[in-house]
């Protein structure tokens, strides 16, 4: 199974939104919905922001979201904060005896 | 609360052995899956390997099939990965999660802190 693909990088200024794509394929992402998200800040352990494509867990803000169209998922900031600015990655099911698989991360940085 | 404390990394050299623990505490282990994900230095996340609550049940990423085996004691409350034939691109942070969904990796709700695991001559 291939990485899913993520831009490495992505912007935005205090305030405003930012779109983090993620796309796959109908073997991974078009085929379930369970694509999740996860922010890592440097020298730190990931943590789940998104799960089943737009669920957000208890304890994250309501300014993160996630979608899915086809085989591209997306996870959508608004809002952006200063504390905000760190690695993204997706991941998502990839099928039986398959292990899920991550896209590469995208460095969000808030300006 | 939920915790999960991984240890056993370190310095090895190619072709060498290491087993990582991961000790859990604050929810009941023996009901949840586990897996174990790394991280290269620099690079993104690899999920490695996956176990079914009552360990009945492995999968294993191709990069680590025939060299790595992933247990646990549930009586313990501790997820285990045993690394043989370590490679220099097995060199990452390990950290262990916890499993949750319908489906194996369907997403992880808590993370360790990770393990160093560098493997050089």
């Known amino acids: 199974q291939s990485a899913l693909t993520q831009p490495p990088s992505a912007s935005g200024s205090l305030g405003q939104s930012v779109t983090i794509s993620c796309t796959g394929t109908s073997s991974d992402i078009g085929g379930y919905n369970y694509v999740s998200w996860y922010q890592q800040h440097p020298g730190k352990a990931p943590k789940l922001m998104i799960y089943?494509?737009?669920k957000r867990p208890s304890g994250v803000p309501d300014r993160f979201s996630g979608s899915k169209s086809g085989n591209t998922a997306s996870l959508t900031v608004s809002g952006l904060q200063a504390e905000d600015e760190a690695d993204y990655y997706c991941s998502s099911y990839a099928g039986s005896n398959n292990l899920g698989i991550f896209g590469g991360g995208t460095k969000l940085t808030v300006l | 609360q939920v915790q999960l404390v991984e240890s056993g990394g370190g310095l090895v050299k190619p072709g060498g052995s290491l087993r990582l623990s991961c000790a859990a505490s604050g929810f009941t282990f023996s009901g949840y899956y586990m897996s174990w994900i790394r991280q290269a230095p620099g690079k993104g996340l690899e999920w490695v390997s996956y176990?079914?609550?009552?360990?009945?049940?492995?999968y294993y990423a191709d990069s680590v099939k025939g060299r790595f085996t992933i247990s646990r004691d549930n009586a313990k409350n501790s997820l285990y990965l045993q690394m043989n034939s370590l490679r220099a691109e097995d060199t990452a942070i390990y950290y262990c999660?916890?499993?949750?969904?319908?489906?194996?990796?369907?997403?992880?709700?808590?993370w360790g802190q990770g393990t160093l695991v560098t493997v050089s001559s």
């Open positions: 999660a916890r499993d949750r969904g319908d489906v194996p990796g369907e997403y992880f709700d808590y």
């Open positions: 089943e494509v737009s």
């Open positions: 176990i079914s609550s009552r360990g009945n049940t492995m």
